[in-house]
């Protein structure tokens, strides 16, 4: 019963949240929305025993990707008027693809084909379930090979982002802290010894 | 669950090419650019070096390892080492125009190392993860190798195309692959194969088939969901363009089979249905448009388009003769893309790319036997007789026929009657007019003979083409 | 009278059941936890500017009660009763909003966090993994402060905060994974009892390096000095929090303090044994069974507050002593020297823990 409320009332943020996402003027705003979506789905997630999902969910997209999102989204001056531009004349089109779509999902996706009848829930665990356990035991042995394959993808972005931004200029100034560091009194301070003035 | 350990023996070209991709990586970290050279020629062995792997070691039947999600079979073999050949070549035509423009840099070798992995892991997969991961890791190193080209504001819209319409297909094809394996309860291939014809839920599978076709439709290129192609290929610098044209579609060919045959053959007669469609459209569309360009990279591109049509056209047969077809279609489409953007490459220079269909005005006069090589290859791409684009366009067409499908079979001869007349106008204008750019043709020596090399291999295996049609038909017929 | 006393009855009763209530006892924990924390916060300030002053020579707050020892009840009034000022052109609610996003994370995060053998609130699997989820929420304070304040100054702050707890993150999440392996487990009463034995059981020795880089790490994630930026008095005035005022700046300044807390008490029980007591191992048994001093000596919370408290005092010691760090010598410290260091070191664990090293390991 309270499982059921919880499961709503976070399916109801999530909805509204991703509804808010693309329908918000602001694109900061429509990014918050986004990680109030996140959020809501982090707990829903929580709900099916999925606790790790669920913690590497909000730590690595709110915690992280979302704070970048932002930091990208606030750094732009997005014309939102030039976007809308050209909405209206694809808006027929656009409305019939959604209204297709939709007839077609609802067609689908409907009780008959995932009903509780059709696809068994999974059984509950007890308390000493541990979630995070269980991934890992089959992340490492039976999907070692996917596994390694998405290590090679996130290498190759790695690569790109660094290959896309970095640029060498002659002309870009930067300190070497290690020499900063050496740096001894004699390299800077130079005593010298004068004659004080005498006095005729 | 205790780790047992699988049997990596049938992964050591992919475990191959990794390592050396790594360690590629972090030796071009300590070259200056003057040796850089040193990574071209690392790469160069590194693809050679695997080549020797794939061949020696080659397999009969089917071995399946790391909890059955790869799987290495005769196809595998034989488009890998196909891939490998595309790779090198790609990558001698590419030296000299990445050096004279100043982007002779060690990532453009090392993506293109990590493309191939993906190409291979591609062609190898045998679960619907591998095949996304496999995908991901293809597109992602493509995107990225066309974005390289900074300063140019044609490649990074192109990338920028590129990788929006990417993600949107990878989208598409994730929303599939869940419904499929909603259905199932599984994303083995050889378990979805199984359990397709038991299920009651056909509707739902064919829904999600649909997603899946119009993923990998994205992916090939195939109207209506080829919009990027020619943007990407106009834009891109033209060694990417070559490299995009060319290994990618082996690797392209090869999901389609895994997807469509080894998983979802049970579900041939709906997924015969939408290829038509794509295959008819794509041959209409690429073939028509083509004519109305001026840039022969867009021509190309647009040709590409209706390539993938008949590519299409003999997987969609359903019978291991059509998918050989359908294979050796797809090896000497590569091996005519090579040629073709191989020229482009050729006849550009610091500061001139040869991507205007005028560039090649007189280029009879200017160098005989090059003008001959673009005549091969502009013949067979357009499916005349002796070189190899006529056994493919014809293996394939009597495929089509032996599956009852007689009007396709029209409708495809028409589209490439006239698809010929746009590649016949490149001949006339070698031929028949004067040269526009006068300047002397300089050609490092490796690409003359390479280039020279792979046009004498168009006409060459055009006259014999009985070896490599056995191989694809062995390939198929003995997994 | 008969009425008055099934009156009494009736109210007892209910009272009874109120209490026995789950939702209601995790409450009362609740309060029992955020209470003494709330004070601890207060006294923290206090202790900065007398232990300040100290290093610096001067006398610190003495005006307010004894010895100045009411000077922050009278800082919390002074801040209660002053205007909260709504800068024009802000957005209003994502600027009420955003003190709230900031000391909200810095209180749930003491969920997880157990006191002593018993007493933990939440005793969750994922017990770090949720610490360190619910700390990486807390930069969205900064950040919607920073950008509903429509200032400048304020929007300066914020940036230069996101990109600092982004990188700093990643090797605050990597030196705890190397105390996940070290622990085998996720669960931070797991985590401590792993620890026991004596002080050289404890993880600060097998793992020196990364707790080094955990607690400067801790300095970064909390804007404190010398990596506070993201306030800068002397460039960008105070941040992200430069237009607020009243209540609303006294709750950004309470998360900033409550953080650092608890910082500290998270580095006291993954590197430092966190209840455990110092003496365990090598005195003799019989001495922790002497009634009063065993108490004293044993396990216990006390320890615990003790060295929190310790790593509380290197908070203000690092701010007296070392001047601000420059921007991109931040992004240098934590990209380039902290992240290679953390991998390096989780290997070296990984090795460790095959071998059987030591007797962390056996």
Same mark, same amino acid.
């Given at each position: 019963?309270?499982?059921?409320?919880?499961?709503?009332?976070?399916?109801?943020?999530?909805?509204?949240?991703?509804?808010?996402?693309?329908?918000?003027?602001?694109?900061?705003?429509?990014?918050?929305?986004?990680?109030?979506?996140?959020?809501?789905?982090?707990?829903?997630?929580?709900?099916?025993?999925?606790?790790?999902?669920?913690?590497?969910?909000?730590?690595?997209?709110?915690?992280?990707?979302?704070?970048?999102?932002?930091?990208?989204?606030?750094?732009?001056?997005?014309?939102?008027?030039?976007?809308?531009?050209?909405?209206?004349?694809?808006?027929?089109?656009?409305?019939?693809?959604?209204?297709?779509?939709?007839?077609?999902?609802?067609?689908?996706?409907?009780?008959?084909?995932?009903?509780?009848?059709?696809?068994?829930?999974?059984?509950?665990?007890?308390?000493?379930?541990?979630?995070?356990?269980?991934?890992?035991?089959?992340?490492?042995?039976?999907?070692?090979?996917?596994?390694?394959?998405?290590?090679?993808?996130?290498?190759?972005?790695?690569?790109?982002?660094?290959?896309?931004?970095?640029?060498?200029?002659?002309?870009?100034?930067?300190?070497?802290?290690?020499?900063?560091?050496?740096?001894?009194?004699?390299?800077?301070?130079?005593?010298?010894?004068?004659?004080?003035?005498?006095?005729? | 669950?205790?780790?047992?350990?699988?049997?990596?023996?049938?992964?050591?070209?992919?475990?191959?090419?990794?390592?050396?991709?790594?360690?590629?990586?972090?030796?071009?970290?300590? @070259?200056?650019?003057?040796?850089?050279?040193?990574?071209?020629?690392? +790469?160069?062995?590194?693809?050679?070096?695997?080549?020797?792997?794939?061949?020696?070691?080659?397999?009969?039947?089917?071995?399946?390892?790391?909890?059955?999600?790869?799987?290495?079979?005769?196809?595998?073999?034989?488009?890998?080492?196909?891939?490998?050949?595309?790779?090198?070549?790609?990558?001698?035509?590419?030296?000299?125009?990445?050096?004279?423009?100043?982007?002779?840099? *060690?990532?453009?070798?090392?993506?293109?190392?990590?493309?191939?992995?993906?190409?291979?892991?591609?062609?190898?997969?045998?679960?619907?993860?591998?095949?996304?991961?496999?995908?991901?890791?293809?597109?992602?190193?493509?995107?990225?190798?066309?974005?390289?080209?900074?300063?140019?504001? +044609?490649?990074?819209?192109?990338?920028?195309?590129?990788?929006?319409?990417?993600?949107?297909?990878?989208?598409?094809?994730?929303?599939?692959?869940?419904?499929?394996?909603?259905?199932?309860?599984?994303?083995?291939?050889?378990?979805?194969?199984?359990?397709?014809?038991?299920?009651?839920?056909?509707?739902?599978?064919?829904?999600?088939? %649909?997603?899946?076709?119009?993923?990998?439709?994205?992916? @090939?290129?195939?109207?209506?969901?080829?919009?990027? %192609?020619?943007?990407?290929?106009?834009?891109?610098?033209?060694?990417?363009?070559?490299?995009?044209?060319?290994?990618?579609?082996?690797?392209?060919?090869?999901?389609?089979?895994? @997807?469509?045959?080894? *998983?979802?053959?049970? /579900?041939?007669?709906?997924?015969?249905?939408?290829?038509?469609?794509?295959?008819?459209?794509?041959?209409?569309?690429?073939?028509?448009?083509?004519?109305?360009?001026?840039? &022969?990279?867009?021509?190309?591109?647009?040709?590409?388009?209706?390539?993938?049509?008949?590519?299409?056209?003999?997987?969609?047969? *359903?019978?291991?003769?059509?998918?050989?077809?359908?294979?050796?279609? +797809?090896?000497?489409?590569?091996?005519?893309?090579?040629?073709?953007?191989?020229?482009?490459?050729?006849?550009?220079?610091?500061?001139?790319?040869?991507?205007?269909?005028?560039?090649?005005?007189?280029?009879?006069?200017?160098?005989?036997?090059?003008?001959?090589?673009?005549?091969?290859?502009?013949?067979?791409?357009?499916?005349?007789?002796?070189?190899?684009?006529?056994?493919?366009?014809?293996?394939?067409?009597?495929?089509?026929?032996?599956?009852?499908?007689?009007?396709?079979?029209?409708?495809?001869?028409?589209?490439?009657?006239?698809?010929?007349?746009?590649?016949?106008?490149?001949?006339?204008?070698?031929?028949?007019?004067?040269?526009?750019?006068?300047?002397?043709?300089?050609?490092?020596?490796?690409?003359?003979?390479?280039?020279?090399?792979?046009?004498?291999?168009?006409?060459?295996?055009?006259?014999?083409?009985?070896?490599?049609?056995?191989?694809?038909?062995?390939? /198929?017929?003995?997994? | 009278?008969?009425?008055?006393?099934?009156?009494?009855?009736?109210?007892?009763?209910?009272?009874?059941?109120?209490?026995?209530?789950?939702?209601?006892?995790?409450?009362?924990?609740?309060?029992?936890?955020?209470?003494?924390?709330?004070?601890?916060?207060?006294?923290?300030?206090?202790?900065?500017?007398?232990?300040?002053?100290?290093?610096?020579?001067?006398?610190?707050?003495?005006?307010?009660?004894?010895?100045?020892?009411?000077?922050?009840?009278?800082?919390?009034?002074?801040?209660?009763?002053?205007?909260?000022?709504?800068?024009?052109?802000?957005?209003?609610?994502?600027?009420?909003?955003?003190?709230?996003?900031?000391?909200?994370?810095?209180?749930?995060?003491?969920?997880?966090?157990?006191?002593?053998?018993?007493?933990? /609130?939440?005793?969750?699997?994922?017990?770090?993994?949720?610490?360190?989820?619910?700390?990486?929420?807390?930069?969205?304070?900064?950040? &919607?402060?920073?950008?509903?304040?429509?200032?400048?100054?304020?929007?300066?702050?914020?940036?230069?905060?996101?990109?600092?707890?982004?990188?700093?993150? &990643?090797?605050?999440?990597?030196?705890?994974?190397?105390?996940?392996?070290?622990?085998?487990? @996720?669960?931070? *009463?797991?985590? &401590?009892?792993?620890?026991?034995?004596?002080?050289?059981?404890?993880?600060?020795?097998?793992?020196?390096?990364?707790?080094?880089?955990?607690?400067?790490?801790?300095?970064?994630?909390?804007?404190?000095?010398?990596?506070?930026?993201?306030?800068?008095?002397?460039?960008?005035?105070?941040?992200?929090?430069?237009?607020?005022?009243?209540?609303?700046?006294?709750?950004?300044?309470?998360?900033?303090?409550?953080?650092?807390?608890?910082?500290?008490?998270?580095?006291?029980?993954?590197?430092?044994?966190?209840?455990?007591?110092?003496?365990?191992?090598?005195?003799?048994?019989?001495?922790?069974?002497?009634?009063?001093?065993? /108490?004293?000596?044993?396990?216990?919370?006390?320890?615990?507050?003790?060295?929190?408290?310790?790593?509380?005092?290197?908070?203000?010691?690092?701010?007296?002593?070392?001047?601000?760090?420059?921007?991109?010598?931040?992004?240098?410290?934590?990209?380039?020297?902290?992240?290679?260091?953390?991998?390096?070191?989780?290997?070296?664990?990984?090795?460790?823990?095959?071998?059987?090293?030591?007797?962390?390991?056996?």
């Amino acid at each position: 019963m309270i499982e059921k409320l919880i499961f709503y009332i976070f399916a109801i943020i999530m909805v509204f949240g991703a509804t808010m996402v693309i329908t918000v003027r602001n694109p900061v705003r429509a990014a918050l929305f986004l990680v109030l979506t996140f959020f809501a789905s982090a707990a829903i997630w929580m709900l099916l025993e999925a606790e790790f999902l669920a913690i590497t969910l909000v730590l690595v997209y709110v915690g992280a990707v979302m704070v970048l999102f932002l930091f990208v989204v606030m750094m732009l001056d997005i014309n939102t008027a030039l976007l809308k531009e050209g909405f209206i004349r694809y808006l027929p089109v656009g409305i019939g693809v959604a209204i297709l779509l939709v007839v077609m999902l609802v067609g689908v996706v409907g009780p008959e084909n995932f009903s509780l009848d059709e696809m068994a829930a999974p059984e509950r665990h007890g308390a000493d379930y541990s979630n995070t356990r269980e991934l890992g035991s089959v992340l490492y042995t039976v999907y070692v090979y996917p596994f390694e394959i998405a290590a090679v993808i996130l290498l190759v972005a790695i690569i790109a982002a660094i290959t896309l931004t970095l640029r060498k200029r002659p002309t870009t100034k930067y300190q070497n802290p290690d020499s900063q560091v050496s740096v001894k009194r004699d390299d800077r301070v130079r005593m010298v010894k004068m004659k004080s003035e005498e006095k005729k | 669950m205790t780790f047992t350990m699988p049997n990596i023996a049938p992964a050591l070209p992919e475990i191959f090419i990794l390592s050396m991709a790594c360690l590629i990586l972090v030796i071009d970290l300590f @070259l200056t650019d003057r040796q850089r050279f040193v990574t071209y020629l690392l +790469t160069q062995a590194t693809l050679v070096v695997a080549f020797i792997l794939i061949v020696t070691d080659f397999t009969q039947g089917r071995v399946l390892t790391f909890s059955d999600t790869f799987v290495r079979d005769p196809m595998a073999d034989v488009l890998k080492a196909c891939i490998f050949i595309a790779g090198l070549v790609t990558f001698t035509y590419s030296r000299d125009y990445l050096q004279t423009r100043q982007i002779f840099k *060690g990532e453009f070798f090392v993506l293109g190392l990590f493309a191939i992995l993906g190409m291979m892991i591609l062609t190898s997969a045998h679960n619907f993860l591998t095949i996304y991961l496999g995908l991901e890791l293809l597109s992602l190193s493509l995107y990225a190798m066309v974005a390289m080209q900074r300063d140019s504001v +044609t490649a990074s819209e192109a990338a920028m195309k590129y990788f929006i319409l990417g993600a949107i297909a990878s989208g598409m094809l994730l929303y599939g692959i869940s419904m499929i394996y909603g259905v199932t309860g599984t994303l083995d291939l050889a378990e979805v194969a199984r359990q397709v014809p038991e299920t009651e839920k056909q509707l739902l599978l064919t829904f999600g088939l %649909v997603f899946l076709i119009v993923g990998v439709a994205f992916k @090939l290129g195939a109207v209506p969901f080829h919009m990027w %192609v020619p943007d990407v290929y106009h834009g891109a610098a033209t060694p990417t363009t070559l490299f995009i044209g060319s290994a990618p579609k082996i690797a392209a060919f090869a999901m389609l089979m895994r @997807l469509l045959v080894d *998983g979802l053959g049970g /579900l041939h007669a709906q997924w015969q249905d939408i290829l038509i469609i794509l295959a008819v459209l794509s041959m209409g569309v690429g073939n028509i448009v083509a004519i109305a360009q001026s840039n &022969i990279k867009r021509m190309l591109a647009y040709s590409t388009i209706s390539h993938v049509g008949f590519l299409m056209l003999g997987v969609l047969t *359903g019978t291991a003769e059509g998918y050989a077809a359908a294979m050796f279609y +797809t090896l000497a489409y590569v091996l005519m893309t090579l040629g073709g953007f191989g020229m482009v490459i050729l006849l550009s220079r610091e500061g001139f790319e040869a991507d205007k269909l005028d560039d090649f005005k007189g280029l009879n006069e200017r160098s005989p036997w090059f003008a001959f090589m673009m005549l091969i290859v502009m013949f067979s791409m357009a499916g005349v007789p002796p070189f190899i684009g006529f056994w493919a366009k014809l293996s394939v067409l009597k495929e089509v026929i032996a599956a009852d499908m007689v009007w396709l079979a029209v409708v495809a001869v028409i589209f490439s009657i006239i698809g010929a007349f746009y590649y016949l106008r490149v001949i006339r204008l070698m031929y028949f007019d004067k040269p526009v750019d006068t300047a002397r043709l300089e050609v490092a020596l490796d690409m003359r003979l390479l280039l020279s090399a792979n046009g004498l291999g168009v006409l060459l295996l055009g006259l014999f083409p009985g070896g490599l049609l056995a191989l694809c038909l062995a390939a /198929l017929s003995g997994s | 009278m008969e009425w008055l006393n099934s009156a009494y009855q009736s109210v007892a009763d209910f009272s009874v059941w109120w209490f026995s209530q789950p939702a209601v006892l995790i409450m009362l924990q609740i309060v029992m936890i955020v209470t003494p924390l709330m004070l601890a916060v207060a006294y923290l300030t206090f202790a900065e500017r007398k232990i300040i002053g100290a290093m610096q020579v001067r006398m610190g707050p003495t005006r307010v009660g004894p010895r100045g020892w009411l000077q922050p009840i009278a800082d919390a009034l002074k801040l209660i009763f002053k205007e909260i000022i709504i800068p024009t052109g802000a957005n209003k609610v994502l600027f009420v909003i955003a003190p709230i996003l900031s000391i909200g994370p810095a209180l749930a995060a003491w969920a997880v966090i157990p006191f002593n053998a018993e007493y933990v /609130l939440a005793d969750i699997n994922a017990g770090l993994l949720y610490v360190l989820a619910i700390t990486s929420v807390g930069v969205y304070g900064v950040i &919607i402060a920073g950008w509903a304040s429509n200032s400048k100054y304020a929007l300066l702050g914020a940036m230069r905060s996101a990109a600092q707890i982004v990188a700093y993150e &990643i090797a605050m999440g990597f030196a705890l994974v190397t105390v996940i392996m070290a622990a085998g487990s @996720l669960n931070i *009463g797991t985590i &401590i009892e792993a620890q026991s034995g004596s002080p050289l059981h404890w993880f600060w020795l097998p793992l020196l390096p990364m707790f080094v880089i955990y607690f400067i790490s801790g300095v970064a994630e909390t804007n404190r000095a010398p990596f506070d930026v993201a306030e800068g008095e002397s460039e960008i005035v105070a941040g992200f929090h430069v237009e607020y005022s009243g209540m609303v700046f006294a709750v950004f300044f309470l998360a900033e303090y409550a953080n650092m807390i608890l910082i500290s008490v998270l580095a006291a029980v993954l590197f430092l044994g966190g209840w455990l007591s110092p003496f365990e191992g090598w005195l003799p048994e019989a001495w922790f069974e002497i009634t009063g001093l065993g /108490l004293l000596l044993g396990h216990g919370v006390h320890w615990l507050l003790i060295k929190t408290a310790i790593f509380l005092f290197f908070y203000l010691w690092l701010r007296a002593t070392f001047p601000r760090y420059r921007y991109d010598q931040i992004m240098r410290l934590g990209w380039k020297v902290f992240i290679p260091i953390t991998i390096v070191w989780l290997m070296v664990v990984g090795l460790m823990i095959l071998t059987g090293f030591g007797w962390w390991f056996d």
